[in-house]
């Protein structure tokens, strides 16, 4: 399985800012210092499969709009392809290409038989209405409905997707097959094969992950102040979570703006605000910031958990933070995250800190297979089992090699992919 050596970004450009940068830099730093043989490191770095679609469908007026959707297979070896599906005006290919190289490593970091998928169309949702909003998901859904299925790739709600959403996905995509197809797609409405406690999982697991940090040095989870960028379905219902066990929460924000409390925020009552306003900003209990602002503020864990690349090497030495626990997929550019590093900040990379999200996908999947369904605790037990065992596998590697917890995360989780190519073979 030997090819030419790989010239990797960080010999040709230093800075890696755009995700699909950082997720190559972050992969090919991983493949030098573990050795990975070129021929598997070539075949990683390429996604095994992109597909670009136009997606056109009526507007209430009777007109016709045309958006673009992706879907991308990043590396089935270990399994069907998993990944979530995204809304967003920003979407593009290479970003779609980032966040599914990182589902397949997030997969085999929590041991669980997926490889990584993306997906996303180069929508503002909130521009349509909800019926412009369901016409636009089944188009796009029977665009890339060649590509889906519960054997070769399930997706599940991303940034601006929900429930609601899936289970458009799952009806067309079961009105196609001529019997409902539970297992296409997970993140649906238990009404019609979700999971207890998907809803929440990404969030729970993000709260497991700090509380794993603050054990690991020796920090009680009541003396901590927490920031959270991104109140949206993970960031916000983090907020609630980690406010519940005890730490003070003591700014949030939105695409719109942020809130500062010393004395901490009570999620509750900024849910009631944002279920009114739409947005956290503008709730009167808190002083108000910047979302710039948020990243800088003085507090003891950083939980990014909106979109990629806000912390680069022009901000990274202005995080106070002493923990920064990545709930958003690639918040810390390639070189933000050396600096980080480089001053003593312990960051759980995303590819641990939030995989709950697709360890209860995981979950969800095998329920609708069996057509089998567990009550909410043992969804929740079995999920703490599995990321604090992988906590301490990254933690333990990063101890003993002298490395950051990412590239032990990377270590780890590619080298098991690596491990199922070199165990297949190269066909034919
Ligand atoms: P969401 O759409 O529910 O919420 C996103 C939040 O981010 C909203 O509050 C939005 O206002 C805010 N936001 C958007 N742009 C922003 C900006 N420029 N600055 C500050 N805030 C901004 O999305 P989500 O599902 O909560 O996903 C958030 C992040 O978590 C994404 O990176 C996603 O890939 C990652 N993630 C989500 C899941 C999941 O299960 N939903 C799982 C793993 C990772």
Known sequence: METEPVVTPAQTDPSHDTAWETALAQLDEVAEL??????????????????????????????????????????????PAKGGIRYHPEVGLDEVKALAMWMTWKCA?????FGGAKGGVAVDPKELTRSELERMTRRYASEILPFIGPEKDIPAPDMNTNEEIMSWIMDTYSMNSGFSVPGVVTGKPV????????????SRGVMYMIFSTLKALGVGIDEVSVAIQGYGKVGGYAAQLLHDAGCRVVAVSDAEGGLYRDRGLDPE????????????AGYGGAEPITNADLLEIDCDVLVPAAIEGVVTVKNADKVKARVVCEAANGPITFEGDKILHDRGVF????????????????????????????DEEEVNDRLRLIMERAFDEVYDLAMAKGLSMRQAAHWI?????????????LFP
């Not at 021929?39 to 996604?47: E, M, N, W």
């Not at 007109?63 to 959707?69: D, E, H, K």
């Not at 970091?109 to 038989?113: D, F, L, S």
């Not at 989780?413 to 073979?425: K, M, N, Q, S």
Request: avoid cysteine; glycine fraction near 14%; charge should be positive.
């Open 191 to 202: 009404s019609i094969g979700g999971s207890k406690g998907r809803a929440g999982a990404t």
């Open 413 to 425: 989780g590619v080298g098991r992919v690596a491990e199922a190519h070199l165990t297949r073979g």
């Open 347 to 374: 960051v759980v990379p995303d590819i641990l800190a939030n995989s709950g999200g697709v360890t209860v996908s995981y979950f969800e999947w095998v329920q609708d297979i069996q057509a089998y369904f567990w």
């Open 269 to 280: 009552a900024i849910n009631r605000h944002s279920r009114e306003a739409g947005t956290v």
């Open 109 to 113: 970091i929590a041991g669980i038989p």
């Open 34 to 79: 573990m050795g990975l043989a070129p021929g598997v490191h070539a075949i990683l770095r390429s996604p095994k499969r992109s597909l670009s679609v136009s997606v056109p469908f009526r507007m209430d007026d009777g007109s016709t709009r045309v958006y673009q959707g992706y879907r991308v297979h990043h590396n089935v070896t270990r399994g």
